[in-house]
């Protein structure tokens, strides 16, 4: 028996030694990629000395005698940092995922090949100005320096995921820069779903109820559309009955690009004028949204630049500050929601499906033939086939087939379809202009996505919105909220409108400048921008902050930026509980009804701040997703899926009864009429249920931020057990879909896991002060790192939890002062 123990004793030493050693191992040869910060490499490509002096959080200031080898210092560090998400990026807008994915990302890719935005992206290069021609060649040499000496000194091969992978890392091309502009505005438009979506429920419930759900502004002029049905009657209820969980993406999808209009961006941006800015200069804040990741698509840098110094947020892979400050100018973007997309049904010849037709009859579509290369499995051959409308979409996406007739196929017309897109020239002439006039000279070269440029300078404010906008005919069938027969000359594009058709807004006599995604101005179509908007309360709670003030402080408006007072529950809460408070008699404890009460007392005192350490918010949140999917489950069945998050003017006209719109409450399948209180009160005994099998049955203990946790979660090492726990960034965060302080919820259909998720928000946040430049403050919301054993790989979203900023000197000593090292990079023979 002591044999056999000190034997037992000897295995388990020696599996407790192996397992440390591997462990030892596997985190050496991790750790070899962690870069060096202070350190000095000779490489090929600059001209001089480049110094890359990176402070307390990482944030490179970089110094050099050219611009051209400022921009290669610039790609020497987003490569340090991002090699990983730059290359994972360009093989995503090439199409190139299921080289190392394999068969789960093969929709992705056929999806990216038949749009060709990579191929675009070739053709854009020599559209480019000169200095952007130089900007693109430098910072491609920067990347491809650091790939270099990744592969001479064995540094880890550059990032921990490329262990996981086989392959070279390709060298990065001019190309790859602008292709990652084209991957923003597929992530920036939500308007070809919105037109499906809005296909399907004017052929199932007509297009008076549309209106409900999908409603247009008021004062915008617009006549009746036609029923989407009496343009295509061959369509069968079968058809419009079909949706995919997701829109636009494949169920178990990982890394597609293409999400729900719920999704497509968001931002706030808001500008205070000397007049109204309590030091005399000018304001601007600015916090764009986008889908939150690990790390974060947002990286902070500094350029010393021949035009001056420039600060702010980049995104690896693109050599320019998209939003930031110099000493003399300050920008910052907001989704426009301009709609810059239309898709076409082109009728195939019934003799033919090579042929389609057109105005002026039958024409041969433009195809050519792709091989998507797929790892451990066979190549999949594709055929890419354009109308003179765009690229045709498979029936698999975004729903299509639900609204595609038989012998019909949809082609997508967008602005980013492009091979002359000289958006980068744009960016990269806003961020050297030295006054408004200036860079609102620049943005005339921007194409797409289409933005809302809001800019300070020391003495004028102004908003501009950027990107072309189609010039449709003012006799198009559906006006653009629907798709349109492809043969009809009316519903065809007739070019684009000049810049100066684009909305323009300058020194404004209130002083303040504003922008939520919300509709800017009214004009009628085809000037008319869009149909559809971001929510409008949102910007009904800027205006109420920015009322309360004669003049303005960066602090005030840091305190805009992190509002989290929802105006959608001050508005939706009195109207759905107005007979419900207080209604009935005290309830038992432990029943329902008690819970209900319980529940309903907590509202009537909640001031609908969406505050994480609070009940109140998620109680709101379930009861009113329960209640909007009672009242549309009936009418849409299938269909329901559409509508994955809480539209609060659907609400808001529903309990209002505007245009008729309480016939929602009653259930047409039962024998009884139902009330909107009958529908309120069982929704909020629903959620209830709901919350407490989740949470417990102490409502008091319920916390928001319990359900609302922010998720950047890695995108190829976040479902990977154990794994997951050491490179996801889970945060507990304040919020919701439609406070300022904006945590977009996961959403989902009835019965989704985690639907409180905060998945998609401001990923970046800065407030520039121009009577005190210096005073200027930023955050991004994980760090600098995408190297999860780095400790700048969430440092920031510490900060930016809180609510705090970091400052970003122009002041190069004060930039080189202390910090976490200077590299420094020499010319090599």
């Known amino acids: 028996m002591i044999t056999l123990f000190r034997w037992l004793l000897r295995l388990a030493t020696a599996l407790v030694v192996l397992s440390v050693v591997v462990v030892v191992g596997v985190y050496y040869f991790l750790s070899r990629s962690l870069p060096d910060y202070d350190a000095d490499w000779r490489v090929r490509g600059v001209s001089g000395t480049v110094e890359i002096a990176r402070n307390t959080w990482a944030v490179p200031h970089i110094f050099a005698d050219n611009d051209a080898d400022v921009f290669f210092g610039l790609g020497f560090a987003h490569a340090q940092d991002r090699l990983w998400q730059m290359t994972l990026m360009r093989r995503t807008v090439q199409g190139r995922l299921s080289e190392i994915f394999g068969e789960r990302t093969i929709r992705t890719d056929e999806l990216m090949r038949r749009l060709d935005l990579y191929g675009l992206a070739q053709e854009s290069v020599s559209a480019q100005d000169d200095d952007t021609l130089t900007a693109l060649d430098a910072y491609a040499r920067g990347v491809n320096a650091w790939i270099n000496l990744v592969n001479d000194r064995a540094l880890g091969r550059g990032a921990p995921e490329y262990f996981l992978f086989p392959g070279e890392i390709g060298l990065w091309q001019p190309a790859d820069s602008l292709a990652m502009i084209k991957l923003m ?300 027969p492809g043969a009809d000359p009316n519903a065809r594009w007739e070019g684009t409108f000049p810049y100066a058709s684009n909305p323009r807004f300058v020194d404004p006599l209130t002083g303040l400048l504003g922008n939520t995604n919300n509709k800017p101005l009214d004009r009628p179509f085809p000037l008319h921008v869009s149909f559809d908007w971001g929510d409008t309360t949102r910007i009904q709670r800027w205006v109420r902050l920015m009322r309360q003030r004669s003049v303005h402080t960066r602090e005030s408006f840091i305190e805009a930026q992190l509002d989290t007072v929802s105006q959608a529950a001050r508005t939706l809460l009195p109207l759905v509980g107005a007979e419900l408070w207080f209604q009935d008699t005290p309830a038992n404890p432990g029943t329902p009804e008690a819970q209900r009460q319980l529940a309903l007392q907590l509202l009537a005192d909640w001031n609908g701040e969406m505050s994480e350490h609070l009940p109140e918010p998620l109680i709101y949140a379930a009861w009113m997703r329960e209640l909007q999917f009672r009242l549309i489950r009936d009418e849409l069945g299938p269909s329901t899926d559409m509508f994955t998050h809480m539209e609060p003017e659907f609400i808001e006209r529903v309990f209002r009864n505007t245009d008729g719109a309480g016939v929602w409450c009653d259930v047409v399948q039962s024998a009884v009429v139902e009330s909107c209180v009958d529908i309120a009160r069982t929704a909020l005994d629903a959620a209830l249920l709901e919350l407490e099998q989740a949470y417990g049955p102490a409502i008091e203990s319920w916390r928001w931020g319990d359900a609302h946790q922010a998720t950047h979660d890695h995108p190829v090492l976040g ?40 998945v998609h928000g401001a990923g970046y946040r800065g407030v520039y002060d121009m009577g005190d430049p210096e005073a200027s403050v930023f955050i991004i919301s994980t760090g600098e790192s995408g190297h999860p054993l780095s400790r700048h790989y969430d440092d920031l979203g510490v900060l930016w939890r809180r609510g705090e900023y970091i400052p970003m000197t122009l002041d190069p000593d004060l930039a080189r002062a202390g910090g976490v090292g200077v590299t420094r990079l020499e010319p090599r023979p």
């Not at 309590?278 to 990741?293: E, K, M, V, Y």
């Not at 154990?722 to 490179?727: C, W």
């Open 185 to 484: 505005a597929v992530q920036l438009s939500g308007h070809l779903e919105n037109e499906v979506q809005h296909a399907r429920l004017s052929a199932l419930i007509g297009e008076e109820r549309v209106n409900d759900l999908m409603p247009i502004d008021d004062g915008s002029g617009l006549a009746a559309l036609p029923d989407f049905a009496s343009l295509f009657p061959t369509l069968t209820d079968t058809q419009l009955a079909m949706a995919p969980s997701v829109p636009g993406q494949a169920p178990g999808e990982d890394f597609s690009p293409f999400t729900s209009s719920a999704m497509a961006g968001a931002s706030n941006v808001w500008a205070a004028g000397p007049q109204r800015a309590a030091n005399g200069g000018t304001l601007l804040a600015n916090d764009p949204h986008l889908g939150f990741t690990a790390p974060t698509i947002w990286y902070l840098a500094r350029l010393e630049l021949s035009t001056g110094a420039v600060t702010g947020g980049t995104i690896p892979g693109i050599p320019a500050v998209l939003v930031g400050r110099s000493e003399a100018l300050g920008w910052a973007l907001t989704s426009s929601y301009m709609d810059d997309q239309d898709l076409f049904l082109e009728e195939l010849d019934p003799d033919t499906t090579q042929r389609y037709r057109t105005p002026t009859g039958w024409a041969e579509f433009e195809t050519r033939r792709s091989i998507i290369q797929v790892a451990d499995s066979d190549p999949v051959t594709i055929t890419l086939r354009w109308s003179e409308n765009g690229p045709i979409l498979p029936g698999s996406h975004y729903a299509l087939a639900a609204i595609t007739p038989p012998g019909q196929v949809a082609a997508l017309s967008w602005t980013a379809l492009t091979g002359d897109d000289t958006s980068m020239s744009a960016a990269i002439g806003i961020m050297r202009s030295q006054s408004v006039d200036e860079a609102l000279e620049a943005g005339e070269m921007y194409v797409a996505p289409s933005q809302n440029l809001t800019l300070i300078d020391h003495d004028h404010i102004a908003m501009q919105m950027i990107g072309r906008m189609p010039r449709r005919n003012a006799a198009h069938p559906t006006q653009g909220r629907m798709p349109a």
């Open 719 to 758: 479902d990977v057990p154990i794994l997951r726990h050491f490179v996801n960034i889970r945060q507990s965060t304040s919020g919701g879909d439609n406070t300022l302080m904006r945590g977009l919820t996961r959403g989902g259909p009835p019965g989704a896991r985690e639907p409180y998720l905060n």
